[in-house]
């Protein structure tokens, strides 16, 4: 490498480790990222997640803490949870949960005891673990209920959803996901919550950045919580915030701290900030609608290349592809692209006959490949690339994955991430 050494202290203190991180730098930079959940944070994201915030130890809330020094502190989480209200339109917000599922185990605390019903969507037909599935805490301490989407058509059948409300009385309803090509209708989850007596937990960890900007609808006016990592579309930190009206304020910021979590991390509180800063921006709005024209463009590419898609394509950043006519298996397809230079991960799709280990589907996005500023015309270079690699998948051809990596390599040179200073 020409370029001067990165990570100075690093390198001299732990230099196996600064290896690590470097490949990873170069590893990103030059492979094709379509993991749907994942995403380049700017300079200014990761600056802030790495700072002396680190050192402090702040638990309660600005104004009300359990060790002094907070001068700075308070003002660092004054500004995240502001920003987190304005950005979304809500209430109130808490912006310490340590990630996702620890946000959603909050939202448990906060509105259930042990035991009780809750429902959320099945983890195969697309809802996240922590929405009552069984091998989770949530599904182990709770009783989940679960449903999914039909197969004929791969959406959600309200009446299916309204009828189970019914009869199972859940006390919390999850609506959203990890593996929904679709526009979520949060006005008709927040019928069926009234008429079951629920709360309504709209779950936004993946779509949180295209509601930001303005690309998908909000579900500030219709859910109780809002539950939100803050590192997928969002594009902050590894994060997470709980956000809802004033009523619920006092529940979630108790379930929080201290019913599940001792000190915020003080670092990633100062990075969330930051990116709510960047996707209040005009240039965010744009990012986001951007994705979601891309995702369309891949998913109209990958149509019309023979590909299976979940619900026949996607509203918002993911598609879900069924490689069932393609006679390749999930997990195949997945690990040849892998060595082709592009990153997916394999994933069930609603009704598959394989296990989850070996499934059916891979899950792709388009949320990394257009914060590097690809656009809709680039594709088709991206789908044929992707059928080239699960053609050569199902052939087991090394000649052409390596062929394809290094045309790969060759776009995402032309396009540099933001953060990577390799
Ligand atoms: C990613 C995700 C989570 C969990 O977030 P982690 O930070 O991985 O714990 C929760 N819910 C949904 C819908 C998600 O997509």
């Excluded at 069984?134 to 709770?142: E, K, N, P, Q, Y």
């Excluded at 397809?333 to 070996?358: E, H, M, S, W």
């Excluded at 080239?388 to 052409?400: F, L, M, N, Q, Y």
Aim: aromatic share 6%; hydrophobic share 40%; charged share 20%.
């Amino acid at each position: 490498m020409s370029l001067p050494p990165l990570h100075p202290a690093l390198r001299a203190t732990d230099p196996e480790l600064a290896e690590l991180i470097l490949a990873e730098e170069q590893l990103q930079a030059t492979t094709l990222r379509l993991i749907p959940s994942e995403n380049y944070v700017s300079a200014a994201v990761l600056e802030a997640s790495g700072t002396v915030l680190q050192n402090k130890y702040s638990e309660g809330y600005a104004g009300r803490r359990y060790y002094e020094g907070q001068q700075n502190i308070d003002q660092v989480e004054r500004l995240a949870v502001s920003r987190a209200k304005d950005l979304f339109g809500v209430e109130h917000a808490n912006v310490q949960p340590y990630s996702g599922s620890p946000a959603n185990l909050a939202v448990y605390l906060a509105f259930a005891e042990p035991g009780d019903t809750v429902m959320g969507m099945a983890l195969p037909m697309g809802g996240h673990l922590t929405h009552g599935w069984g091998v989770s805490a949530t599904g182990r301490w709770f009783r989940g209920v679960q449903y999914g989407v039909r197969q004929d058509t791969g959406l959600i059948d309200f009446d299916e959803v309204r009828e189970l409300a019914l009869k199972e009385r859940p006390k919390i309803i999850f609506c959203g996901g990890t593996a929904l090509p679709r526009t979520i209708d949060f006005a008709a989850f927040a019928d069926i919550a009234r008429e079951s007596g629920a709360v309504l937990v709209a779950d936004i960890a993946h779509i949180a950045g295209l509601i930001a900007g303005g690309a998908h609808p909000s579900p500030a006016p219709h859910a109780d919580v809002i539950s939100t990592t803050t590192h997928k579309t969002l594009r902050g930190p590894r994060g997470a915030m709980l956000m809802s009206r004033e009523e619920h304020a006092k529940a979630i910021d108790k379930a929080v701290f201290p019913g599940l979590q001792g000190g915020p991390h003080n670092q990633t509180t100062a990075a969330i900030a930051v990116a709510l800063r960047e996707a209040a921006q005009p240039s965010f709005r744009s990012y986001a609608h951007a994705v979601v024209a891309n995702a369309r463009a891949l998913a109209d590419e990958l149509l019309a290349r023979g590909f299976d898609l979940v619900s026949g394509g996607t509203d918002n950043h993911l598609i879900l592809m069924d490689l069932t006519p393609k006679d390749v298996p999930g997990k195949i397809a997945a690990k040849a692209l892998d060595r082709a230079g592009i990153v997916v991960n394999y994933n069930t799709v609603p009704y598959d006959p394989r296990k989850p280990f070996d499934p059916s589907g891979i899950r792709i996005g388009t949320p990394s490949l257009t914060s590097r500023g690809l656009g809709t015309d680039q594709m088709a270079a991206v789908a044929d690339w992707i059928d080239r690699g699960v053609t050569a998948a199902g052939a087991g051809d090394e000649d052409a994955l390596a062929a394809i990596r290094s045309e790969v390599a060759e776009l995402m040179a032309a396009h540099p991430a933001p953060g990577l200073t390799g």
